[in-house]
């Protein structure tokens, strides 16, 4: 982009994690009603994820509590201490056992 205050800025990215699936990030331009990037960690792992969640959530307003979602999988929402917001999904399969 021409715009150098979003030149730099990441629209998304995937890593893997070792958490039973991928990370995806991205930062959010200025004016975005967030007021940092936002964070999907998803995946199969369900006590990995839990931990993670007990991590993120130190410190955070949390917006829905990990739990059972209508589409079958664990999910919650935050905003971390540092206002970055998190999507945790823990994938069905591994929510319904």
Do not use: H, K
């Not at 991928?22 to 975005?32: K, Q």
């Not at 007021?35 to 006590?47: H, I, S």
């Not at 540092?82 to 399969?93: C, E, F, I, K, Y």
Request: aromatic share 8%; with cysteine; glycine share 12%.
């Amino acid at each position: 982009m021409d715009d150098p205050a979003v030149r730099d800025m990441v629209a998304n990215a995937v890593p893997r994690t070792e958490l039973g699936g991928p990370l995806m990030v991205s930062d959010l331009p200025p004016g975005a009603d967030e007021p940092a990037g936002v964070a999907c960690l998803f995946g199969d792992d369900e006590p990995a994820l839990r931990r993670a969640w007990d991590v993120l959530a130190e410190g955070a307003e949390v917006f829905a509590p990990l739990e059972p979602s209508p589409w079958g999988s664990l999910f919650g929402s935050l905003r971390d201490r540092w206002g970055v917001s998190w999507l945790v999904d823990v994938d069905g399969a591994a929510a319904a056992g």
